[in-house]
């Protein structure tokens, strides 16, 4: 261990998110930041979570247009861990000027300098989470005065690139991310990957989450190993009404040193820095593990909890 005091780099009491989201209900509100320069002076990133339980009102939520000055990735998760892929809601997202209609877990890819908004609740069925992720700045107070800057021109919105965004929206996860050992009480045989370069060409992101329903066992069965890029490991519970209660307890290795996670948080892991093993303590309820890779655009690249090293290695 080296005299680095890795909890520094946990966030488990979010900050209020930028967006004007405390005038809605039927969600979070105001939303919960896990992850800007603010909380976590390295971080180039800017991490915004909301649990959505019904239409959104009033709507739509996302009420403008504007083109941000950096990548996006926005995330829709489906809150049934027994059937992840369904939303629990149909939803339009309007991009350059085209409707995308969103009805499944998934995720939409977008480019900087690209025109988005609204985005509006059609029909609701089942609490599911909406994640945004912002690549490239985590300083909130610049994102603040990009989003407000660019909200007087909403009007002005159009196509105009005359790309087809259908290629940057994710309808269906990738089941690649393989454990060396089947893993019971934890969704397999693999998670669902959510965006990679495979999924949306150029993303350069890799974005895995598999949900736990139940003391993983073995556990733990992510062990120690390290990576030649930044990682954000966030874990949430499925409590919509109490958006920070994790469901459960887990001891989060870095560098040796054991950082305790028992709430909604997301921990910043830097380059190379060895992390794991992960070992569950408690479990109330399920929950969602998801690792967040900017850079790392294949599996190859991201390889989430070591899995791919440690089969190479150990030839199973």
């Known amino acids: 261990m080296d005299n680095i005091d890795y909890s520094r780099y946990l966030v488990s009491n979010p900050a209020a998110g930028h967006l004007r989201t405390y005038q809605n209900r039927n969600c979070t509100s105001p939303s919960l930041v896990y992850m800007s320069s603010r909380q976590i002076p390295e971080a180039r990133y800017y991490i915004e979570f909301s649990w959505i339980w019904g239409i959104p009102y009033p709507e739509p939520s996302v009420n403008l247009a504007f083109s941000s000055e950096y990548s996006q990735v926005f995330l ?145 069965h992510i062990f120690e190993h390290s990576h030649d890029y930044e990682e954000i490991v966030l874990h949430f519970g499925t409590n919509h009404e109490n958006p920070e209660e994790l469901g459960g307890e887990i001891e989060f290795y870095v560098e040796g040193q054991a950082i305790v996670l028992n709430q909604t948080s997301a921990i910043y892991v830097p380059a190379g820095k060895k992390h794991g093993p992960l070992i569950w303590k408690k479990y109330h309820f399920p929950h969602l593990e998801m690792a967040i890779m900017p850079g790392a655009g294949t599996l190859a690249e991201a390889d989430p909890g070591g899995h791919q090293k440690k089969i190479k290695k150990e030839g199973y």
């Open 76 to 220: 829709f998760i489906g809150g049934d861990c027994f059937n992840p892929e369904e939303l629990g809601a149909e939803i339009d997202l309007r991009i350059d000027g085209q409707t995308l209609k969103i009805n499944s877990t998934g995720a939409i890819f977008i480019p900087r300098g690209v025109k988005y908004g609204p985005l509006f609740w059609r029909t609701y069925r089942k609490p599911h989470v909406l994640l945004k992720i912002i690549l490239g700045n985590g300083e909130e107070a610049k994102i603040s005065s990009v989003l407000w800057k660019n909200e007087s021109n909403n009007s002005q919105a159009g196509c105009l690139s005359g790309a087809n965004y259908e290629n940057y929206l994710v309808r269906k996860p990738a089941y690649e991310v393989i454990a060396g050992t089947p893993v019971k009480n934890r969704q397999g045989p693999s998670s669902m990957t959510l965006m990679s370069n495979n999924l949306v060409p150029g993303s350069n992101i890799y974005i895995e989450g598999g949900w736990v329903w139940g003391m993983p066992d073995p556990n733990p």
